[in-house]
């Protein structure tokens, strides 16, 4: 049998979608994705939707959705949810900016302290290994 967009087997579905072959089946196991009839003596088919579904659930990974948000915004991807996909990605939003906020107090706190070390001079205990000796 050929491998046409409708007629994909696991390792073809894998590839197209770019993932490997334990993506596909660990997100079948999550509910993710629908896990096709294996045909008496053959093996499951996969075609150009099931692509769709693992391309949407890696799109919805990189904002940083989790693997049940993907699963409850796979719940509403008929479009006529709106107010709940974007309710939960003012969540994910918000979520975002903290960790942010975060990332920012640590960037001025490691450069503070590399300036500190920079500026150290003598045989008096590193400033960076004394700060986090401290907390």
Do not use: W
Not at 17 to 27: K, L, M, P, S
Not at 81 to 100: G, P
Not at 121 to 127: E, L
């Amino acid at each position: 049998m050929e491998n046409t967009q409708e007629n994909l087997t696991i390792g073809a579905f894998a590839k197209a979608a770019g993932v490997n072959v334990e993506t596909i089946r660990f997100y079948q196991l999550k509910g993710l994705l629908p896990r096709p009839e294996r045909p008496y003596g053959g093996i499951r088919r996969y075609g150009r939707t099931d692509v769709a579904r693992v391309k949407f659930v890696k799109s919805a990974q990189r904002l940083g959705f989790s693997l049940d948000e993907v699963g409850r915004l796979l719940k509403l991807e008929d479009g006529t949810h709106c107010s709940e996909a974007a309710e939960l990605a003012a969540h994910r939003l918000a979520e975002v900016r903290a960790r942010l906020t975060d990332l920012q107090r640590m960037e001025a706190a490691l450069a503070k302290l590399v300036g500190e070390c920079k500026a150290h001079s003598g045989d008096v205990s590193c400033p960076l290994i004394a700060a986090l000796h401290c907390c």
